[in-house]
């Protein structure tokens, strides 16, 4: 009997394993659970396939493409596209390795379209609501949120928060330091007097947790009992409780408060490259996605652009002849309220978008002007 050779989920996990020596864990396990998909598939829909030789692209990749599509849940199209990354990778690897692949089993008309999700931000009377109820609660679970939406922090980022993250810059400023996060960086964010408030407020808390939660959370800034798990879902739960408590409309999760601290900082100013910063995104149109633009922040904008183009083109104030010179007018004060009114009739031509007026407001000085001379025929005679 012919030898089939080794097994492709041998090949695939000694491949695996190689990989492991410089990704991440997390990393590998992606690709350790893509391959277990793909190859669960390829043994149930074609069971002669035994060497990486005979994997085509029709059927075995279209027909895997197509699985991908009619899974219920549907999955979403963020999935899909790393499931492809990550299978390409180990096919061209393994096609690098020796082994004989045929060429482009995986091509880019393969790829889903992104998937693009508004942000929801919570409302103004929501964010209020939830706020004075975890102000109420005052837990240390309460408090951590209340630091998650003062400072737009990821919820990871904060259960790995130092016991000395907030750092004082002189005088009343201070920092929040946020250790290597999502994207594997550090950043500093600034912070108020009410948000050191709270991390003071945590670190009075943390010090009743129980002996053995601060005994493995040495430098820790949110006592755990074990990994950060439990942390997440204690969060998870409490503030659930909170939103449910404070009557908030719609699920409330931990990253609505990081979309609300993103929309609410642009409110106030802060332009979208210190967000980023802030935020600790590496793209800005990540920052955008983040931000939440709605009628009343329009309507504000535009209002605001007027008035600074009014500045830009200000019409400065002459002086004028007052109602005492007024009657004791001579030639000189009429000829400098002349000049006055047909000086601002330009200044305010210059304002006029419509060619209309414009052309109406040039002819209006133009008679002034004239009256001006007529003014000078007459005292010369």
Known sequence: MKSLGPRLDDIFERHIQVLATTLRPHTVTNYRY????????LHATFPQLHKLSQLRRDPHLTGWLCFLCQQNPPIHNYTRSQLLIQLRRLL??????GHHLSPDLIRPEDFP???????????PKDDERLQLQLRKTDTLQSNALRLIRATGIRAQECIDL??????QLGGLEAALHVPLGKLHRERWIPVDEETQRIVARIIQLRASA???????????LLPRRGGRHPVYDMLRRALAQAAQHAGCT???TQHRLRHTYATEMVRLGVSLPALMQMLGHKDINMTLRYVE???LDLQREFHRACQNNAALHSIP?????????SAHADLATVRGAIATVRHLLQLFQVQLVDPSARRKVRRLTQRIFNVGRELDNVTAK
């Open 34 to 41: 893509c391959a277990r998909k793909f190859l669960v598939y």
């Open 210 to 220: 129980p002996a053995f939660w601060l005994a493995r959370s040495d430098g820790l």
């Open 293 to 295: 633009v709605v009628q």
């Open 92 to 97: 061209r690897d393994l096609a690098d390795n």
């Open 162 to 167: 130092g016991l000395d993250c907030l750092q």
């Open 113 to 123: 379209p992104h998937d693009h999700f508004l942000p929801r931000p919570l409302s």
């Open 317 to 325: 104030q002459l002086p004028l002849p007052s109602p005492a010179d």
């Open 250 to 252: 719609g699920k409330v």
